[in-house]
């Protein structure tokens, strides 16, 4: 095959509990993952050129608002295919193009999505053949998010975020997403989050997962769901972009089942009773100030996956 098409989710967290700063600068974390039907499409090609003088790897993007995504070696799905390359020992070529929908810097883990969906897409095209054991290795030294961009559905995430074990759920949950302008950068958040505990003097606690959560998901209560919610990174972000405030409480005005955060931010995430709940609430929350854009979704669903194989 020439050309393999790769598609991924973005996540939302549905519980973000942050431990104490470690010495190699990333906290303990719990972190419950959760894929959500907002996707990015990696395909890796070979170069049709031929230009052997080239660099091996090279990435286009396309999409809204993808003018802070690098095209250099600093892109994480570059980096992501490059490791690849290093695991098998040898040069291997590819040129990679990102169709983004999930919002860029948003707290959505768009970067770790394109990151495992080059390392699904290569493995393929370069005929590697590697088991998914060996691509979640190679993801977890990209990122902490990116094993979750392969493994998909509801999983908990320990260590930085890493170490995963899927979730038993049931049924569909439905969200509703206000994107913001501009993203928020990720070790800021957690350097904010740092510096507020600090200055209220409270010690960062041990996470531990929420278990009414768990309980929530398992028998698929979205109301019970939407109560049990919580982002430890919620007030940094908010700190940071002060606006956040008011978009979460127009959400939870009209009829939001639950608000929060995604992540570092500064994408809110609202959890709706039923699709059409979702579409109602998508509506009223479109003209909130600070909010670029309103999207639906449903979550779980699947990790990276290929889309299609062609001729390139
Ligand atoms: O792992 P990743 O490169 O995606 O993390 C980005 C940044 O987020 C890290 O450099 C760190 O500042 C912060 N982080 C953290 N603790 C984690 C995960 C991320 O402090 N568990």
Redesign the pocket.
């Known amino acids: 095959m020439s050309a393999i098409t790769v598609r991924v989710p973005a996540k939302v967290n549905l519980q973000l509990a942050?431990g104490p700063?470690r010495e190699d600068?990333?906290?303990?974390?719990v972190?419950v993952f959760h894929a959500v039907s907002l996707f990015d499409e990696v395909t890796a090609a070979e170069p049709a050129d031929g230009d052997v003088t080239a660099a091996p790897l090279r990435v286009r993007v396309e999409g809204d608002h993808t003018g802070e995504v690098p095209v250099s070696d600093d892109n994480l799905a570059v980096r992501a295919a490059m490791a690849l390359a290093g695991r098998a020992g040898r040069t291997y070529r590819a040129d990679l193009l990102i169709r983004k929908s999930i919002p860029v810097a948003g707290g959505m883990a768009g970067g770790?999505a394109d990151a495992a969906a080059a390392l699904v897409a290569c493995n393929e095209l370069w005929g590697l053949g590697l088991p998914v054991e060996d691509l979640m290795e190679i993801a977890a030294d990209i990122?902490?998010?990116?094993p979750f961009a392969l493994l998909g559905g509801t999983a908990v995430g320990t260590?930085?975020?890493e170490r995963l074990a899927p979730l038993e759920t049931a049924g569909v949950f439905h969200w509703v997403f206000a994107l913001a302008d501009g993203g928020l950068s990720?070790?800021r958040v957690?350097?904010e989050c740092d510096r507020l505990r600090e200055e209220a003097g409270v010690a960062a606690p041990r996470p531990a997962v929420s278990e009414t959560l768990l309980d929530a998901l398992r028998r698929g209560d979205a109301k019970a769901l939407g109560q049990a919610l919580a982002n430890d990174l919620q007030p940094a972000a908010l700190a940071l972009r002060p606006s956040l405030a008011d978009t979460l409480a127009a959400g939870r005005e009209r009829g939001a089942l639950g608000a929060l955060v995604s992540g570092?931010g500064p994408t809110c995430a609202f959890l709706a009773e039923s699709a059409e709940h979702a579409h109602e609430l998508a509506g009223l929350i479109t003209d909130v100030d600070g909010c670029r854009a309103v999207v639906t979704a449903h979550g779980p669903v699947p990790g990276a996956t290929v889309a299609g194989a062609g001729a390139g």
């Open positions: 942050v700063l600068g990333y906290h303990d974390l972190n770790s990122g902490s998010d990116v260590g930085r975020g990720t070790p957690y350097g570092s």
